[in-house]
């Protein structure tokens, strides 16, 4: 076994910590569904979890079983599960955990499509409190009796709000209240959840994991930060064993097996050749974000800038403390009178495109897209100005970005 202190290295060697015959450097793609025994007796004894191994492909392969142990391992949790996506991870935990009569906390400041979800997990009879996590205080004041879970993102996207993430930690610790984060935009690389005592992690493995915009993937930690005893939504069915396992198990009984949304052993392999180069494109994607907003912050034409690492940014010391980067988002507003669109369609290096954590700078007006359902009311709530622009800053070279912004900038 190679012991290895380093984020890329213990990703790169990973496979190689596995046992396969012929010792694979990356491990193999298991394309088959189902998985024979030789005696009946096996068989049984993994549909009754007494012994481990394969019994269907849509909760488990070998290759999804490798990329899990991967993201746990980055996470330093205690158990992983990948999903086809990472809403798909997002919703599955929700539907398995929570139930009808339930009080979830969320931070107002969520991702257009889980801020869908969460109205979505109303018509299911779950209550739902949005919040300004930026701030400890109003997530306390918005505990109920009947309140299971608080969930909140790292740096909300697309106006970079950074939550309360230490203060929440404690809190739910001592109020024995799940602590759900997304850590998408972050990325392990940046930050670990765990280390402010999160229950459960999600991470959207499209972006930052694999790296390259060319599959989709999602994935939920287990962090063995949370006492599953005191959780009351667990089925005595899996109130057995190891109570740091029993939410894994609900999610991948209830989740993968009963409802999909299974990771394909391709979707997964391509995502953890992709993972081997997490810290390098964060290295190159962070400094450009950071040399991009500092030029944006300067420009005449620029209303705001978003982007923790500005020393104006309201969270800017918490973003300091906390992250070993201060990630490849950011967001600017246009001063009134200019078109969004007008400027990014003269940005010749821009990819006027939605997604985040590509190697290339992706771009699109907000107000306009994705979060277009949401309406102006809800938009403003949420700090999304009609004005706003987000990008996902790639790992081009950093003067070719800044003149290209600036070429785009002076048409205007």
């Known amino acids: 076994m190679i012991k290895l202190k380093g984020f890329t290295s213990n990703i790169v060697h990973h496979d190689r910590q596995l046992d ?108 739902i409190t949005l919040v300004d996590a930026t701030d400890v205080n109003e997530v306390m004041a918005a505990k109920q009796d009947n309140t299971l879970m608080v969930f909140v993102e790292t740096i909300a996207n697309p106006g970079t709000q950074i939550v309360d993430l230490e203060a929440i930690g404690d809190w739910c610790e001592q109020q024995k209240l799940v602590y759900f984060v997304d850590n998408t935009m972050t990325s392990p690389y940046l930050f670990q959840p765990v280390k402010v005592k999160a ?129 490849s988002i950011l967001s600017f507003d246009l001063k009134e009178g200019y078109d969004c669109a007008e400027l990014l369609d003269a940005i010749e290096i821009v990819v006027n495109a939605t997604h985040l954590g590509d190697n290339r700078t992706l771009a699109l007006p907000m107000a306009s897209t994705i979060f277009y359902e949401m309406g102006a009311e809800n938009r403003a709530k949420s700090g999304i100005s009609e004005q706003m622009i987000r990008c996902s800053i790639g790992i081009e070279d950093t003067d070719d970005l800044l003149a290209s912004f600036k070429a785009g900038l002076e048409t205007l």
């Open 20 to 127: 396969y015959n012929d010792n694979p450097i990356h491990t193999p793609i298991y394309n088959s569904v189902p998985y024979g025994y030789k005696k009946t007796q096996d068989l049984m004894d993994v549909f009754q979890g007494k012994a481990s191994g394969q019994s269907y492909a849509r909760q488990s392969t070998p290759t999804t079983e490798s990329l899990q142990s991967m993201v746990t391992q980055a996470e330093s949790g205690l158990d992983s599960l990948v999903f086809a996506t990472g809403m798909g991870a997002i919703s599955a935990t929700f539907l398995s955990l929570l139930k009808q009569g339930d009080h979830l906390i969320a931070s107002r400041y969520l991702f257009g499509n889980s801020y869908s979800f969460i109205n979505t997990l109303q018509n299911f009879g779950v209550e």
């Open 199 to 327: 229950s459960l992690v999600v991470n959207s493995l499209s972006k930052y994991f694999c790296g390259h915009g060319t599959v989709l993937g999602g994935a939920v930690t287990e962090t063995g930060q949370y006492d599953w005893t005191d959780y009351p939504n667990i089925f005595e069915a899996y109130r057995k064993g190891d109570p740091s396992k029993w939410s894994m198990k609900q999610i991948k009984k209830k989740s993968l097996r009963d409802m999909g949304g299974s990771l394909s052993s391709d979707a997964a392999y391509q995502i953890a050749v992709g993972a081997e180069t997490m810290a390098l494109r964060m290295d190159r994607s962070c400094a450009n974000a950071f040399a991009l907003a500092q030029m944006l912050d300067a420009h005449d034409k620029v209303e705001a800038v978003y982007y923790p690492g500005l020393a104006s940014h309201p969270q800017h010391d918490k973003a300091s403390k906390l992250f070993k980067h201060y990630g």
